[in-house]
């Protein structure tokens, strides 16, 4: 059974950056898709950024070219680089990782069977 473990949150001031590893505790060599999403205490998780099965990247509108999803080490790591970091962009951040339909849009939360436990990003004005 596949676990996901985030690191690299952490707190930074306004216009910082950072950088999200996900690790993956198996190596696969098949495809799947890989997502961040992120939560604000009290509100819905929301999507971030994704690769879908055919390894094209999606953002969410507020994302405005500030991040980049990637993967390395044969895709076993997700990576989510995060530039010009604003206040809202505090929350604790998940990833997940093999999607049941290859169809669906790439936020959609119940299509991820798996799911790392998070990691929190702080940005102070």
């Known amino acids: 059974h596949v676990q996901l473990a985030e690191s690299g949150g952490g707190s930074v001031q306004a216009g910082g950056s950072l950088r999200l590893s996900c690790a993956a505790s198996?190596?696969?060599?098949?495809?799947?898709?890989m997502a961040w999403f992120r939560q604000v205490p009290g509100k819905e998780r929301e999507g971030v950024a994704a690769?879908?099965?055919?390894?094209?990247?999606h953002y969410a509108g507020y994302v405005n070219s500030r991040f980049t999803i990637s993967t390395e080490d044969a895709k076993n790591t997700l990576v989510l680089e995060m530039n010009n970091l604003t206040p809202e962009d505090t929350a604790m951040y998940f990833c997940?990782?093999?999607?049941?339909?290859?169809?669906?849009?790439?936020?959609?939360?119940?299509?991820?069977?798996?799911w790392g436990q998070g990691t929190q990003v702080t940005v102070s004005s």
């Open positions: 198996e190596y696969s060599t098949r495809r799947w898709c």
């Open positions: 690769l879908d099965w055919f390894g094209t990247p």
């Open positions: 997940a990782a093999d999607c049941h339909d290859v169809g669906a849009g790439p936020f959609v939360e119940s299509n991820y069977a798996i």
